[in-house]
């Protein structure tokens, strides 16, 4: 029987195995990044980093998918449900099917809080549409997630992953990104408060 035709090993591990055994490697480009400061996102500088090291080391690329709201952790580059990338100092065996479990027991991981705070825009500017704001413009461009356009005028939310650096932040909302970057805020949600 030929190597392409035996059953894949099965194996689980904990997240904290995962760790132990493949050793992902910090995340330099960001500070403060998810899952221990190695989690990759999944655009920009950080992304092209997980292209380059997956066209010379593809096993040691591990995806990180949101499934049916729980975070798994999956060898290889995946484009569907992903939340990031991990790259691994060790490679993942050929032939093996990981099954990466969260660890029941930490809800939020040691040094990872990953604290979302929200802020309700028409606390800091008095408008009719947001597109009377240039401040909601800025924050369209450099969010992470944007929710708008769906059909109801009042739905304006943008989320700002605070492990990326801003430039050109407007006057008017650089102390709330100051201050969520002093305390370790991982997300902040800016919302109109509909």
Known sequence: MSQSQLKPTEVTLSEDDFFKQFRPIKNNLVKNASYEGCMYETFGDEL?????????????IWTILD????????????????????ITELPAQANTNYNINSDESDEIMEGDAQLIYAI???????????????????LETHASYKHTGNG?????????????EFI?????LEKYITEAKQKNIAYLLFHQGT
């Open 152 to 164: 109801h005028a009042g739905i304006w939310e943008f989320m700002l992953n605070m492990a990326n």
């Open 120 to 138: 309700d825009m028409t606390d800091i500017f008095y408008y009719d549409t947001p597109d009377e704001v240039s401040e909601w413009s800025w």
């Open 48 to 60: 092209t980093e997980v292209k380059k090291q997956l066209a010379i080391f593809p096993m040691h």
């Open 168 to 172: 050109d932040v407007p006057a008017r």
């Open 67 to 86: 499934s049916e709201g729980e975070m798994v952790i999956v060898q290889g580059y995946h484009l569907f449900n992903r939340m990031g990338y991990l």
